[in-house]
Each structure stands twice: as C-alpha cells, then as structure tokens.
C-alpha cells in the first residue's frame, strides 16, 4: 500500500441544478367545471401509464455498479451470544496453526508464495461449512519479468445474492537476495491469520446460515501481489485485487447480474498485530459500519472483554484519517464497490522493514481485534 493518494473519486450524477424554465404566456383558463372533469381524467389515464412503465422498468432494469442492494438493518447480540461468540475463538489456535505458517517469504511467484497459497486452500477446505475455494491463476509482466500469481477467493454461499466481502494480500514484499528476511508479520500475514480464525470459530453458525439460504453470505479474498516490486505505480502495485476486480466485474452471478455488484460490502484489513493501531473512516458511504465497530469496541470494553485496553475506545477514531491511502481497495472502489478499509494509520513503526515480524507483533492487540470483528460479523449476517 502506498500513503498520501488514492484512487480517483467517482462522479455522482444528478447534483448539477437545471435551469429554470421560461414562464409560459398566459393563456384564458377554463371555468371550474369543465376543468375538474378534465384533470381526474388525466390524474387517471396518468396513473395508469405509471403503473405498466414502472412494471416493465423493474423487471429489465439492472442496477448500477456498487449501488447497495439493501439497507441492511442488524440488530446488536445480547450479552449472553456476545460471550458465546468471544468464547469460540482460540487465541492459541490463531496464533499456532493460522499465523505461524506465514511467516515465510512469500514473494509473488516464490516456492514460500505456493506454500502459502496452498495452505490457505487446504485450510479453507477443512472448514465443515463447506466453503467453495477458487484459485485464479494469472501471469503478469513486472518489473522483474512475467511473474505467476493467484488470489484465492472462498464463497460460503455460491447461491446467495449478496455477499460481505473480507479480503487481505498474502503476498510479502520483495527484497533483494542479500537483504535481512521479510515476513510482513503486520503486512499481511496478521490480516490473513484473522480471517482464517474467524471463519473457524464461526463454521458451526456459517453452516446454518448456509443451510437456511441467507440472502447474504460471507466471502473472503486472499490477494495476491499488492506490493510493489520495484516502485509503487499503477502498473507495479495492486496486481492480484486489479486481475481479480476485473474478472469478477464480467463474471455473471447467478442471482444477478455479475459478481462485482454482489459485493455488499469489501472490508479490507491491512497492517494489522502492532500496539495500539489507530484506524479511521476512509469513505463516508460505508462511515456506519465504522461507527459499528467502533460501538462494539467499547460495548467489549465496558463489559471488560480486551485485554491491554485501558481507553473505552482506542483503535476507532474519529475525525479525519491523517491521510488517504492506496491499498487492494482501489480496483474495487473504482468500481463501485462500498469499501470500509482498515489499516492502522499511521503505518506501523516497523512497515517495510525486517522487524515486520513475529517478536514484535502484540498478542493482545491481535486477539483483541479477533473478537471485534467476529461479533461484526455475528451481527451483520445474523448468526
């Protein structure tokens, strides 16, 4: 990701005023009588045209990319499922069989990228919900040659309409040969571990949504290739969320119409496992489900469910981000998509340096976030 731009705003149509029309000349009106007549017959023969064109307008219209399909109305969980969902998650199991794993480097196209590739697959697979795991396979031209890559995309619900959308890159960023080891522990092995965890803790409630066919279903992106491997640009950055955006826009859905509009909402985690991470609202359209997360952080605290939190709210602030930034987001946003991104900004002291790693990530802090976001995700698809 790179801090200090973003992608270019979309333009709204319809806020540009008309110009007022000419005053008709006045013309000799018709008395009362005769002109009530005439007007219900109108009101009438009006009424009547509205209703077969609005009819046959919703059976072709399609709606615009990225516009909401809903207004989703979620309720909060009581105290008693609130600790049923904390108590389901496993710190030692996120920590041992989720994060470990990937902190390796995983540069785009290196044996530790199909290593980590297929021990997301396989994890996936395991899940009892029964997940459909994609792999999209691509080549692309970088810097350093054609490279291979491949972001892994796990629907649980092929079926449903909509989707709430989680995505992260698993790539580290490349270095040369004789530099220290990258892991990226923050940048995004965390981000990933997270993601694994929550659908393991969740896969019992999954399964029953999926069984009783909810209209929106949890969907997970593993991307591949977000980093620069020379300079950030728009052709050296962003590789697997720029192929994938792209695909998804054509690719029809079977409720309709593509998969790119089935996106409710595309929550992005990045730079994730630092101390104290401050994460602000990028984008008014999706501000209230920032707000969400910040009320869950301090309903958690009050009810003394943090470790090492001393504030009632610590990691969602208001008020402006200290800047923009361009992240896995982009392609999506570009196309419509309703984006909440979270990353700790400012970066983490450690960004894009060997101390990326295990020693200096803070357990709780990770868990902490763990169980913000399952009760997030408990309460927005109603599980």
């Known amino acids: 990701m790179r801090s200090g731009s973003r992608g270019r705003s979309r333009l709204r149509l319809g806020e540009r005023g008309l110009l007022e029309p000419p005053s008709p000349p006045k013309r000799r009106l018709l008395p009362r009588a005769q002109l009530l007549p005439l ?3 109108a009101l009438a023969v ?3 045209l509205y209703t077969i064109w609005s009819g046959w307008h919703r059976g072709t219209e399609e709606p615009p990319v990225g516009r909401e399909l809903r207004a989703p109305v979620i309720g909060s969980l009581s105290e008693a499922q609130l600790r049923r969902v904390i108590g389901q998650l496993d710190p030692q ?5 989720y994060l470990r794993p990937l902190l390796v480097v995983r540069t785009p196209g290196s044996p530790g990228s199909l290593q980590v590739r297929k021990f997301l697959e396989a994890t996936l697979r395991t899940l009892t919900a029964g997940w459909h795991v994609e792999l999209d396979p691509f ?16 629907t649980l619900d092929l079926g449903a309409a909509r989707h709430l959308t989680l995505a992260c890159h698993y790539d580290s960023k490349f270095f040369p040969p004789s530099s220290a080891p990258f892991v990226g522990a923050t940048d995004s092995a ?10 393991q803790a969740l896969d019992l409630e999954l399964s029953r949504a999926k069984e009783q066919a909810a209209p929106v279903t949890l969907q997970l992106l593993f991307l591949d290739g977000e980093e620069a491997l020379k300079e950030w640009g728009p052709n050296d950055s962003l590789y697997g969320s720029r192929h994938l955006a792209q695909v998804m826009e054509s690719a029809p859905h079977s409720p309709g119409p593509t998969r790119i509009q089935a996106i409710e909402l595309f929550v992005l985690l990045d730079l994730l496992g630092a101390p104290h991470p401050t994460f602000y609202s990028h984008f008014p359209r999706t501000a209230r489900w920032f707000h969400r997360l910040r009320s869950i952080e301090k309903r958690l605290h009050r009810l003394n469910l943090l470790q090492a939190h001393p504030k009632e709210v610590m ?5 402006e981000p200290p800047g923009s930034v361009e992240d896995d987001h982009v392609p999506f946003l570009r196309r419509g998509v309703p984006v909440l991104h979270l990353i700790s900004t400012p970066f983490p002291s450690v960004w894009h340096t060997p101390a990326d790693s295990e020693a200096n990530l803070h357990p709780p802090t990770v868990h902490n976030l763990s169980r913000i976001l ?4 408990a309460e927005y698809l109603g599980l």
């Open 39 to 41: 007007l219900l017959l």
């Open 46 to 48: 009006g009424s009547a």
């Open 93 to 97: 199991r996120l920590w041992s069989n």
């Open 139 to 154: 080549t692309a031209s970088t810097p350093l040659g054609l490279l291979n890559f491949g972001n892994v995309v796990a």
């Open 190 to 199: 965390v981000p990933c571990a997270l993601l694994l965890e929550l659908a």
């Open 315 to 319: 990691y969602f602030q208001p008020g």
């Open 374 to 377: 399952a009760v997030f995700l």
